[in-house]
C-alpha cells in the first residue's frame, strides 16, 4: 500500500498537537509532506512554535514546518487562550524547540507543492482557520484541481456552535477563507463537532496514553489533563473532546466514521450567525453536494487506534 500525501495546516492547540502525532506515527498510511501553520488557538508565533515542539516530541526535527498567515483574510484574530491555555499547548512541560522554520511562507509552500505533485495526490488537512488554503487558492486557481481533498475539522450542525451559539471555532475565524474553500470545487470531507465530541478523552482512556510510558504517552495525557478542565465546564461531559486527531483517524481508518454528502455553506454576513456551517443535512434545498459531513465515529476503536499508534513513538 502507497501512504498518502498529506500537508497539514494547523494552529497547536493540544488537539493538534495528538493529530500531528497520530500522522507522524502512520507513515504505512501517510506521507507528512509537511507542515504549514496558522494563527487561530494562538498567534502565529505560538503556532509554529508549538508545531515544532510537537515534532521534536516525535523525534522529527527534519520536519519542514512553514508559518503563514497571521490574521484572517479581512478580520481581527481571535484566540482561544481560554481553551488552551497561554501557550496554546499547556499542560505538559516540553523544551523549547531548536529545530527551524522554514524560509518559505506557507502559502507559497502549497502552491508550489501542488504545482510540483502529480494531479490528485496531495490530501490537505486543515485543523484550524483556512485562511491559509483559501489564500493559496485565491492566488494561485488551478491548484484546486490539483488536490486529492480537503479533509478538514471545523463547523457543525446537530451540535451547532462552540465559540457563538451558532458557529465553531476554526470557520468562525475566518469565515470569509472557509467560504472559498467550500466553494472550490475540491472533495471535501469535513469532521465537525458532531462527530468529534464524541471522541471523548475519559479518564480510562487518558490513563491507557500514560500508561504508555513513554515521553510522547505522558504529554500526550498532560495535554489532555489540561484541556478538558474547559470541556468539563461548558458541558458537563465525561472528558474532552479531541477534535483535529479526528482528521488524522479519517485518513487512517475511515470505516470508523459515517456520514452523508450533502451541501454546506458558510455564513459571513449576519453578525448573529457569523461563521455558521448551514448544512443540508436533510436534503431541504436544491443546492448541490459539496462535502461529506460526518456525523459519527466509532469512539472505542478510534481511541484503541490512536492509543496504538502513540505507542509507536519513542
Not at 507528512?32 to 522529527?60: H, M, Q, S, Y
Not at 527551524?100 to 484550524?128: F, K, N, W
Not at 500514560?210 to 489533563?225: E, I, K, N, S
Request: charged share 20%; net charge negative; proline share 7%.
Amino acid at each position: 500500500m502507497t501512504a498518502r500525501k498529506i500537508i497539514i495546516d494547523t494552529d497547536p492547540g493540544q488537539d493538534d498537537a495528538v493529530a500531528i502525532l497520530l500522522a507522524l506515527a502512520s507513515p504505512e498510511e501517510l506521507e507528512v509532506l509537511g507542515i504549514t501553520c496558522v494563527a487561530g488557538n494562538v498567534p502565529l508565533d505560538l503556532t509554529t512554535r508549538n508545531a515544532r515542539i510537537v515534532c521534536e516530541l516525535a523525534n522529527r526535527p527534519d520536519m519542514k514546518i512553514f508559518a503563514g498567515c497571521d490574521r484572517p483574510l479581512g478580520r481581527d484574530l481571535v484566540t482561544a487562550e481560554h481553551v488552551h491555555g497561554k501557550t496554546g499547548l499547556d499542560g505538559p512541560v516540553l523544551p523549547e524547540p531548536t529545530m527551524p522554520l522554514q524560509d518559505q511562507h506557507a502559502v507559497d509552500y502549497l502552491i508550489e507543492t501542488l504545482r510540483a505533485e502529480p494531479s490528485g495526490t496531495v490530501t490537505l488537512c486543515p485543523l484550524g482557520p483556512l485562511t491559509n488554503i483559501a489564500a493559496a487558492l485565491q492566488r494561485a486557481p488551478e491548484i484546486a484541481g490539483k488536490i486529492e481533498q480537503i479533509v478538514l475539522m471545523g463547523g457543525a450542525y446537530f451540535e451547532v456552535g462552540n465559540i457563538t451559539p451558532t458557529a465553531e471555532f476554526n470557520i468562525y475565524v475566518d469565515p470569509e477563507a472557509a467560504r472559498i474553500v467550500f466553494g472550490s470545487g475540491v472533495p471535501i470531507v469535513v469532521l465537525p463537532l458532531d462527530a468529534t465530541h464524541k471522541a471523548l478523552v475519559t479518564t480510562p482512556r487518558n490513563d491507557a496514553f500514560r500508561a504508555l510510558g513513554t515521553p510522547v504517552g505522558t504529554a500526550v495525557a498532560a495535554m489532555t489533563d489540561f484541556f478538558e478542565r474547559f470541556d468539563l465546564a461548558k458541558y458537563g461531559s465525561e472528558g474532552a473532546p479531541l477534535h483535529d486527531p479526528c482528521v488524522t483517524a479519517y485518513l487512517i481508518a475511515p470505516h470508523l466514521f459515517s456520514g452523508r454528502h450533502i451541501n454546506v455553506e458558510i455564513e459571513c454576513d449576519s453578525a448573529l450567525c457569523r461563521g455558521m456551517t448551514v448544512a443540508d443535512w436533510w436534503g431541504v434545498t436544491d443546492r448541490k453536494p459539496n462535502a461529506l459531513f460526518i456525523g459519527d465515529l466509532d469512539a472505542d476503536h478510534f481511541f484503541a487506534l490512536l492509543t496504538d499508534r502513540l505507542a509507536r513513538l519513542r
